[in-house]
């Protein structure tokens, strides 16, 4: 005698509800995800209207399962209630999340979409006030971004305009992303984000124990808005491991890059015999690199750029690589502000800095 009774490996099945369906999943890919005993009819309904195999199966439809001489035996479809946002480009802070533009370059609903990922049953939309903007309209400080569920709840955020990334205020100690990463890489292999922050308690993240990129602050400090404390980039002495400052760009523009007026430097006393090289790349090609040697001394031939071009996503960061250097710590306070300079027409060569 068969059972009554729906299986499945790909949705989450709880009593007679059935949940997890993956958007616009239709009835043959749902009868093909679900396991019955031989000769158990299965029949999918939206009220009282039987769906066929090309239909959408949605929150609210019913799945019955019957078969001869037993009482059938209903299931029914609940609409996903997932409504978080799983990543985006932009810097989230709460309940706020900083976008650039700028009156040249503006940022419009269908690029904002694009650079946010949530669940494939949600849907993202832009509200000012209690109106829904289009595709092509542009986004401003204010406004929210909603992120409703299936089921109609929703998760919203306040958009607030931001053109300046400053790696020394946007650390967060533990924190990667949304748009500065801690990275490193072993000789010429691919640079990957670091996962250790330092053990003690000091702001910066850790490779071989101490070294890494952070923040020149006193321990325990998560986060800082003192204009005085500078950034921290360094890497285990003697080795082929690099580590990196690094920054995916939000939005697709011209942004220019500094640092700190009196940078970059070796942060420690004494250094003798070694050196430390700190290049600046965009997308892996150097745009610039400087040799320090000589402790609390300015790198004279360091420039800042008054332009550089990038694609949302990009990986621009400043990167320290130190040579047979026992004073590894070298000061250095990347600024990345984007620039009122509308967008080429063609696309931007890819960038990348580190």
Known sequence: MAALVLR????????????????????????????????????VK??????????IVKGGATITLSYEGMESVTYTVVASSDKELKDCYYEVKGTTMSVPYTAKNPTTVSEMRKNITVADTATVSVLNGGTELANTDAVAEGMTLRITAEDGTTNDYTIAQKNTYNWTFDFVRGQQGNVWFGQQKNGTGDW????????????????????????????????????????????????????AMAFRAPKSGTVSF????????L??????????????????????????????????????????????GDDPCSNKEQQQSKQAVCSCYPIITYLDTAVADTEAPDARQQ
Request: proline content about 4%.
């Open 267 to 312: 942060r420690q006393n004494g250094n003798s015999g070694g050196t430390v090289t700190l290049s600046l790349l965009v997308n892996d090609t150097v745009k610039q690199s400087v040799t320090l040697q000589t402790s609390r001394e300015k790198a004279t031939d360091w420039a800042n750029f008054d332009a550089i071009e990038v694609n949302a």
């Open 258 to 265: 500094n640092v700190k007026d009196d940078e970059p430097y």
């Open 8 to 43: 499945s490996n790909t949705y989450t099945i709880s009593g007679t509800n059935v949940s997890d369906l993956p958007k616009n999943t239709t009835v043959e890919q749902f009868r093909n995800n679900i396991i019955v005993d031989t000769g158990v009819t299965v029949t």
């Open 192 to 243: 990957t984000n670091m996962t250790e922050s330092d053990r003690d308690g000091w702001p910066n993240w850790c490779v071989n124990t101490y070294y890494g990129p952070g923040i020149d602050a006193s321990q325990g400090t998560t986060s800082t808005t003192d204009t005085s404390v500078h950034g921290l980039l360094s890497a285990p002495p003697n080795s082929d491991i690099s580590t």
């Open 46 to 55: 939206n009220g009282d209207k039987v769906l066929g195999d090309a239909d």
